[in-house]
């Protein structure tokens, strides 16, 4: 509740202050990205938001047409996930890194976006100017920045991520907002973005030039930006190569090994919990931006035991926003469920509890 004006000078005069009401850091963005800010500081309140990597693009067992609006959620529990991840790996190609056709993307993306679902999009950046793999390990920032061999380069491959941008749109016309989260598992050193590659200052920079060059060179205001190292072992660590609050919306993390067992799952609490509380001291917002357990590593109550455990852990897990789970390749590699899977029935339960949140529970967020 908010005080009327009166009490507002009766309040002010006594020196009590009150946080901002929460907004994104591009003072420029656009009505709806600021929305879908606030909204989702409301929303997190309620609840945490499930969101499944490719999930309206394919399932075990199937893929979409442009067409199409389905997902192996969907399929399992006649559900949405609220949140739809999407990855710009090899951007500049008719497909993505998984197979996902550009074009099509943009179409998913809008459609989810129609609906009232919310898109966030990570990047397995090949080396720029090259087919090398996110997963080379050299170093590469040093080069990227003003002044390095490949920073022209860069320039032309964020070129081509703003047009993706650009063009996604809503049924007015208006610009759909996106979460961007680059660089992604920085902490860690199997990307060649991480830790080993690049000095906690190169990795700043980088990070600051692509959202500056795509705000300000490039005119885009639907970007909300999100921080994600994977796991750390102090808020230091976590916060070693935070390239600032005035360029990251959303304090993130990443934590797959964590969640393999109860016997590891205090510790995914304390460190989700550290992010929160990071993020609150900012007044951004916190999520669970990447996890999930493998095949064979699978116990069938995975949902409930482990995951609903950890984010309904305490008042401050609680605040994540949202939690993604990453994509369903095949019978091999997923990590939603789909038909005929182990963890169906519990995922039905993690679905029935009313602390987690489909996109048929969300309220409008982008007004
Ligand atoms: C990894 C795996 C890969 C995939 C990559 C980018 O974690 O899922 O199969 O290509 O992410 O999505």
Known sequence: MRPCASCWIILLACGVTFPAEPEPTDPLATAE???????LCEVTQKGILLAHQDTLAYGVGWKAGANDFDSDVHRVC??????????????????????????????????GYARGGVNTISWHARVPGSIESSWTRKKVVVRLLPGGDLHQTWQTKLDEV???LADLKGPGGEPVPVIFRPFHEHNGSWFWWGAEWCTPDEYKQIWRFTIDYLRKTRGLHNIITCYSPDRFKSAEEYLERYPGDDVVDILGHDNYGDLRSSDTKEQARRALETVVALAEERNKLAAFTETGVGQGERNANWWTD?????VNASPQTRKLAWVLVWRNADRRQNYAPFPGAATVEDFKAFEADPFTLFLEDLPPMYK
């Open 33 to 39: 990205t600021k929305a879908l800010y606030r909204n």
């Open 78 to 111: 006649g559900r949405f996930p609220a949140v739809f991840g999407w990855d710009l790996g090899h951007i500049g190609t008719p497909a993505n890194i998984d197979g996902v056709p550009f074009e099509n993307m943009k179409v998913w993306i809008a459609r």
């Open 162 to 164: 703003a047009v993706f």
């Open 306 to 310: 482990i995951l609903l455990d950890v």
